[in-house]
């Protein structure tokens, strides 16, 4: 005799809703993850802007009136000063303090903190 089943059994219902519940966990978790990276990578767009639009001011400045130097940019504070200086050239020190990454700890993704301190040098020439 020949059992004529439609639907499912409780046991595939209940199993298919397990892995709908996973893949959905899943995706919510990869969302969080999307978004803080986002937020990391826009972060780390505004700091670089920064240190650019202090390097520009630095260049447009005449080597010969080139000296220690401060602005203010968005979120992040920059200060420059010179480390070094012989005829044709000077070695200047670069600092942006700002919101910033973090290091996260082996296996986590990194954190923001409001206050971290990059250095840069850079080397103007006289052309």
């Not at 802007?49 to 940019?73: C, D, I, K, W, Y």
């Not at 070695?91 to 990194?110: D, E, F, I, K, N």
Request: net charge negative; hydrophobic share 45%; no cysteine.
């Amino acid at each position: 005799m020949k059992l004529n089943r439609s639907g499912l059994t409780l046991i595939e219902l209940i199993v298919s809703m397990l892995v709908l519940a996973v893949g959905i966990l899943g995706l919510a978790a990869g969302t969080g993850w999307v978004i803080r990276s986002v937020d990391l990578a826009r972060l780390e767009t505004h700091r670089t802007a920064a240190f650019q639009a202090a390097m520009e001011e630095v260049r447009a400045t005449p080597l010969e009136e080139l000296n220690s130097g401060a602005a203010l940019h968005g979120h992040f504070e920059l200060s420059w000063s010179i480390e070094e200086e012989a005829p044709g050239w000077k070695r200047m020190q670069v600092v942006v303090v700002g919101p910033g990454r973090t290091p996260g700890s082996v296996g986590a993704a990194p954190g923001i903190s409001p206050v971290v301190a990059d250095t840069f040098e850079y080397l103007v020439g006289r052309r």
